[in-house]
């Protein structure tokens, strides 16, 4: 007596299948740990604080979500995702079992490829916050475009490791990355050649101090105090007003340092 109706049924599934239906369940637990654990340690790492403030943040919030939770989510799916592969293969139906082999063969590297975006994005907000704050105090146009230079730059390199991870030609990577490094580098000389001297300037007047904070000096027509000074500019206050000179111009125009 084989129990009745769903004994038979019991019996008359191969058991391959029965082990394949417990290797899927197994894999479906095994990413649901995943993702509870990739977000614990992705918090206790100190990651939303890290990323707060970031385009790729804000747009996840608006979606009801977190930088953490997609990373959290793509890892669970990632570990069901082997799980079923692997039950499918144990199910050995051929031309499914051959179909998806080739899939699970692709699917480490596409797992790896959508985290390299995901990080390239967030990393180049991120980069994008920090150039600007640095550079806030910094009264040149030139500036307002490198936090998107530093970006983009991000954005760039991460989207080619990501290409590399799914299959396209290393070769042509390599070539891609050249040109665009050569055209930063080219284009980026010729837009802040007058950012670079201001620097360069500044590097000579911070090491050598001809004057510093307090001290009384004339720029031209203007004579203030020196408020602050740094790599690119400096600021003289006078009669209430705060004037910043680049760098470039102090050093072409010269300035008088007045002893009271």
């Keep these: 007596m084989q129990g009745g109706p769903i004994g038979r049924v019991v019996t ?7 082990f394949a239906f ?3 369940v197994t894999g479906l637990v095994l990413g649901w740990l995943a993702r509870l654990l990739t977000g614990r340690l992705l918090r206790r790492a100190g990651v939303p604080v890290v990323i707060e403030g970031t385009t790729f943040e804000r ?3 608006e979606f009801g979500t977190s930088t953490v939770a997609i990373l959290a989510a793509i890892a669970g799916y990632f570990v069901f995702g082997i799980g079923l592969f692997a039950a499918i293969g144990v199910a050995d139906v051929d031309y ?4 998806w082999n080739a899939v699970a063969g692709f699917l480490p590297r596409l797992f790896v490829a959508v985290i390299v975006l995901i990080v390239g994005v967030v990393v180049g907000d991120k980069a994008e916050l920090l150039v600007s704050e640095r550079f806030r105090g910094v009264k040149l146009p030139q500036t307002g475009v490198l936090p998107v230079v530093a970006k983009y ?3 760039y390199l991460a989207a080619l490791i990501a ?3 799914v299959g396209v030609a290393t070769a042509a990577l390599i070539i891609l990355l050249g040109a665009y490094v050569f055209a930063l580098v080219f284009l980026g000389g010729l837009a802040f050649r007058h950012l670079l001297s201001a620097g360069a300037v500044g590097t ?3 090491l050598r101090q001809p004057y ?3 001290d009384e000096i004339r720029i031209g027509d203007v004579r203030g105090i020196v408020q602050e000074m740094d790599l690119f500019v400096t600021h003289v206050e006078t009669d209430g007003e705060e004037h910043v000179f680049p760098n470039s111009k102090v050093f072409t125009d010269g300035f008088v340092r007045i002893h009271s």
């Design 22 to 24: 417990a290797t899927a």
């Design 96 to 99: 499914v079992a051959q179909f």
């Design 12 to 18: 008359a599934v191969p058991l391959r299948l029965w």
């Design 59 to 61: 747009t996840a919030r």
């Design 204 to 206: 000579y007047l911070l």
């Design 163 to 165: 290409l590399g991870q």
């Design 153 to 155: 730059s991000v954005f």
């Design 212 to 214: 510093t904070i307090g």
